[in-house]
């Protein structure tokens, strides 16, 4: 049971460049979740996902886009990368009320 | 909307000894409460949740944490720490699954175990 997996793990970006970080999920779970984590900050909620075909924007969700397809793939895009988004990206995926299951994350330096 | 206040950046504490992580949360409503640990380099672990029933969870790792609505807390504690809980925790409020289950994570506690 692989839970939730994030590719890749770590990636440099050059400003202006766009990339897809892409998670799945294989616990048949209908919510999942994109977070930020900056040190000190905690982790912010970028975009979420109810169910396949269902997403709607978190507490910083400028400059990222997502899509949900399928119950257990829910990529983020970044398009036209700045500094500001060099950050820890964390997938999660949960179901009813229950606590989220975290990928490993991606750690993404924009340069 | 909710809000998490984790008042402590940092804590050291001597193996053995008990450990007490403090959480204060801002939610109107009965709130969905979650402590959650990092280790360096790696995703979080769910440790415990409260809902609804008893306001004292146990959790994985030996840990507990309790619910105190009078106060808007929910500490978490261990009775005697160990080498391998040195991590950072966050405590995370929710409104349940009909606003989407989602969380809002206070700012971490680094633990640090001194032997």
């Known amino acids: 049971n692989a839970g939730v997996t994030q590719t890749p793990k770590f990636r440099i970006l050059k400003i202006g460049q766009s990339m897809t970080l892409q998670c799945t999920q294989d616990m048949n779970h209908n919510y999942m979740y994109w977070y930020r984590q900056d040190p000190g900050m905690g982790l912010k909620l970028i975009y979420y996902s109810v169910g396949a075909g269902i997403t709607d924007k978190g507490e910083v969700p400028n400059g990222y886009n997502v899509s949900r397809s399928t119950t257990e793939d829910f990529p983020l895009r970044l398009e036209l990368a700045a500094p500001s988004q060099t950050s820890v990206y964390f997938c999660?995926?949960?179901?009813?009320?229950?606590?989220?299951?975290f990928g490993s994350g991606t750690r993404l330096t924009v340069v | 909307a909710q809000s998490v206040t984790q008042p402590d950046i940092h804590i050291t504490v001597s193996e053995g000894a008990s450990l007490e992580l403090r959480c204060n949360y801002s939610?109107?409503?009965?709130?969905?409460l979650f402590w959650y640990v990092q280790s360096p380099g790696q995703g979080l672990q769910l440790l415990l949740k409260y809902f609804s029933g008893d306001t004292l969870v146990q959790g994985i790792k030996g840990f507990e944490a309790e619910f105190k609505r009078s106060q808007s807390s929910f500490n978490l504690r261990k009775p005697s720490v160990h080498w391998s809980d040195a991590a950072e925790y966050f405590c995370?409020?929710?409104?349940?699954?009909?606003?989407?289950?989602?969380?809002?994570f206070g700012a971490g506690t680094i633990l640090r175990v001194k032997s």
């Open positions: 995370a409020v929710g409104a349940g699954p009909e606003y989407g289950n989602k969380l809002v």
């Open positions: 999660a995926s949960s179901n009813t009320g229950g606590g989220y299951t």
């Open positions: 939610y109107g409503a009965t709130p969905y």
